[in-house]
């Protein structure tokens, strides 16, 4: 007898009477799906520019996002707002970037509606949407979705994944992570990878496992319900880690240069109809040298890092592979609505001539190419964090100009395939149609005939901003329903109408051009001459890459798109203009706690991001820890912030207390007690007094002194000439342990402290010890 059921909220049918052999009863209907619905795959891949894939005309191998291609549908004029966490809030809400207080990535919100980081509960996410809709919804990967003060274990948790209509998360919180050694969040909680490097571990192997572990779960209980499942890898964005066997493979593939490269992959796109018959490449770009005038020693570790990444992304359309054969396996790749995109152009991070450490980008401390050179058969491998040099960057975004973070279409332009056998008929065929990511909810809410939903949690929600793609799938005819964009991103600005583009470029065209460094602030006088004189305009209808700006000759058009850009400027909340990006990245924002100078942790609690562990760089501070040592002895880290990549560990090995500060993996300091830590409890204390001010546009932290306390007697010291200037990346600090990879080669992850460590207290005050006694004996005994 089938059970009788009721929408929530509306009246119960059955019948109460006084007992329950006079009563009928009834029951809230669950939250099914329609029969049928097909189950939503969204890829994200992360900094994968427009000349990367291989049915993108790459001569990288990527057969099995070009195997989507060849059974779907390829659009040639998808647009991004060239930056990671702007361009996932519009691919998830529908709603354009400032709308979803994302002008910029998270570490860099300010305090305007369009800035804060806080994207509104009014713009919902699709995972809610499908949720309330009987979907699965699973998230895999990279999030970056929250203000960075958000992502410790203190919460709020509301705008984790599970609080943004989720189910299940794995993956990591913040813009990127190691590949070899993630910062593994599951569900609302850290973890610690399932296996080591050694072991063979790789992150997105990981991912693809944990997807499929994640459908079969619910697939043992619901055969026929439907998941939503956004596949978003850290990979291909910094550090480009990739087994060596992989890298290998292109062994040779990339002497000719990035020249070459690019009049390859033009070639192969005018030949599979990417770009059209009458494209023209861009520009040589004054950033990047000509090939033939690098060294043979540049060209050889130029060219290695291109293996890499090559190796890279082709490792992971591997992984992707493994995927799609699993849904072929169980009988659902047919009816999964599969959509792969990336977040932004190719990137440029790894400076002009790429980096073994993408945190000597971020600390303006470039190493030496003759360095870089002594780790060249490491790269790729656990003990770096490498990034390609811009000319591979340039290149990865043929035909266009310019990369991520730019407004220009190497950095706004990006591949996107729809594949959906069930329901799409045509295969392998390139649509035109203009799109950008914020029409990519509206497109799976029009296949799944679902409507947006007016409320979500109890909230109002607000409009969307995008439009369906869906009347392109079976008709490569089909008029262009998205006829303006705007675009904004750390001054950089564009729009297009209706086969225009106006470009106006922040500093400049390029950095050589520019005449000023990027990052400088846009003041109201800069902006009035910004605006009326470095307006570009290109009629990207008829000049695909933007290769002629005709603005001299169409000035009516250029102040028309002009006035244009501030009328959408105005309607998605984009102003105030800020160009600025050391300023944003250290302002002051609200915490969740009130300011303090003292932090103390205890061993076994979870790792505390960068964005809430205290600030220790370029000012005085200790670190003091309450010990016990067995009679045995103890050996272990007490406290550690950072990797391999940079940071700082106060640990004891051989008995003996050492501290180390690891200067961007270019040097590493050391300061050693002489004897060993006595058994019993006691205070052990590191104290750093900086003795010069730093020079951050050098690269160079305070130097200072570093010294060694037990029981606030001065046992070590040890002056540091530099220090790491701006900050950690990976940045994490933990009590009792390094996970991932170490600080130092002294000791091997996680090296957790085996005595009894009962707390560690970092302190920020500047009350530093003076004990004048042990310092004279310690200058004495060094004389």
Not at 568 to 594: C, F, H, N, W
Not at 670 to 698: I, N
């Amino acid at each position: 007898m089938p059970v009788n059921t009721y929408k929530p909220g509306s009246a119960f049918p059955g019948m109460i009477g006084r007992t329950a052999d006079e009563s009928t009863p009834a029951w809230p209907e669950p939250t099914r799906a329609v029969p049928g619905s097909p189950n939503v795959l969204m890829i994200v891949l992360d900094d994968t520019g427009y000349g990367q894939f291989g049915c993108y005309g790459s001569p990288l191998q990527t057969p099995r996002l070009d195997a989507l291609a060849a059974g779907g549908l390829l659009y040639n004029n998808m647009h991004t707002t060239a930056l990671c966490s702007p361009s996932r809030s519009c691919i998830i809400t529908g709603r354009n970037h400032h709308a979803n207080g994302m002008a910029a990535i998270t570490e860099m919100a300010t305090g305007y509606p369009g800035y804060n980081g806080n994207i509104p509960f009014e713009n919902g996410f699709l995972s809610e949407m499908l949720l309330e809709h009987g979907y699965n919804t699973y998230m895999l990967g990279k999030w970056h979705l929250m203000p960075s003060e958000q992502e410790s274990p203190a919460g709020p948790y509301t705008r984790w994944p599970l609080g943004r209509g989720y189910e299940r998360f794995y993956g990591f919180l913040g813009g990127d992570t190691n590949q070899w050694y993630p910062d593994l969040v599951y569900d609302n909680h850290q973890v610690e990878p399932p296996a080591s490097p050694d072991q063979g571990y790789h992150f997105t192997a990981d991912l693809a496992d944990r997807a499929m572990l994640f459908i079969s779960d619910a697939k043992q209980v619901t055969p026929d319900k439907p998941f939503f499942l956004n596949f978003s890898t850290g990979a291909t964005h910094a550090p480009h880690h990739v087994p060596r066997e992989w890298a290998d493979r292109y062994r040779g593939r990339f002497d000719d240069g990035w020249d070459a490269y690019r009049e390859v992959t033009f070639a192969n796109q005018k030949r599979l109809g990417v770009v059209p018959p009458g494209a023209e490449l861009s520009r040589h770009d004054p950033d990047v040298p000509a090939w033939d005038s690098l060294t043979p020693e540049a060209r050889h570790l130029a060219a290695r890092m291109m293996e890499v990444y090559a190796g890279f992304l082709s490792h992971t359309d591997h992984q992707i592979g493994r995927l799609l054969d699993f849904l072929k396996d169980i009988g659902e790749f047919d009816n999964t609505l599969i959509l792969v995109v990336s977040d932004n152009g190719a990137s440029a991070e790894g400076g002009v001539t790429g980096t073994t450490n993408e945190a000597q980008f971020f600390n303006n401390a470039p190493e030496p190419i003759e360095d870089s050179l002594k780790g060249i058969d490491e790269l790729g491998g656990p003990t770096m964090f490498n990034h390609y040099p811009w000319g591979w960057t340039w290149a990865g975004n043929t035909p266009f100009r310019r990369w991520k973070r730019e407004t220009y279409r190497g950095g706004a332009s990006d591949p996107f395939l729809v594949h959906w056998p069930q329901r799409i008929t045509a295969r392998g065929e390139v649509r035109t149609q203009y799109a950008h990511l914020v029409d990519i909810v509206p497109t799976v809410l029009d296949v799944l005939g679902i409507e947006p939903p007016d409320t979500i949690k109890g909230v109002t929600q607000s409009p969307l901003h995008g439009v369906s793609l869906a009347h392109t799938f079976d008709n490569p005819n089909a008029p262009t329903l998205h006829h303006t964009q705007y675009f904004e991103m750390l001054g950089h600005r564009a729009i297009d109408h209706n086969g225009w583009r106006a470009v106006c470029p922040w500093p400049g065209p390029s950095f050589s051009e520019a005449h000023q460094p990027f990052g400088t602030p846009i003041t109201s006088e800069t902006l009035a001459g910004l605006d009326a004189n470095s307006w570009e305009l290109y009629h990207v209808d008829e000049d695909f890459a933007e290769t002629r700006d005709i603005a001299a000759e169409q000035r009516d058009k250029v102040i028309e798109m002009v006035s244009l850009w501030y009328v959408e400027a105005g309607k998605y909340g984009v102003l105030p203009i800020d160009s600025s990006v050391l300023a944003r990245m250290t302002v002051e924002r609200p915490q969740i706690t009130t300011a303090r100078s003292s932090y103390t942790l205890r061993p076994g609690t979870q790792t505390l991001p960068p964005s809430v562990a205290p600030r220790v760089l370029n000012r005085p501070h200790s670190v003091t820890a309450d010990v016990e040592i067995p009679a045995d002895g103890a050996e272990g880290v007490l406290m550690s912030q950072g990797s391999g990549a940079g940071g700082w560990s106060l640990y004891i090995k051989d008995g003996k207390l050492s501290y180390v500060h690891n200067y961007v993996s270019r040097a590493v300091y050391t300061v050693t007690s002489p004897d060993p830590v006595p058994t019993g409890r006691h205070e052990l204390r590191f104290e750093f007094e900086p003795t010069g001010e730093p020079d951050l546009s050098a690269g160079k932290g305070a130097p200072g002194r570093a010294q060694l306390y037990i029981d606030r007697r001065l046992v070590a010291e040890a002056d540091l000439p530099v220090t790491t200037p701006i900050m950690f990346n990976p940045g994490g600090l933990t009590c009792g342990a390094n996970p991932g990879q170490p600080v130092t080669a002294d000791y091997r992850e996680p090296f957790r402290f085996t005595g009894t460590l009962h707390s560690v207290t970092v302190d920020l005050s500047g009350e530093l010890i003076t004990d004048a006694d042990s310092e004279m004996r310690m200058h004495l005994a060094r004389q």
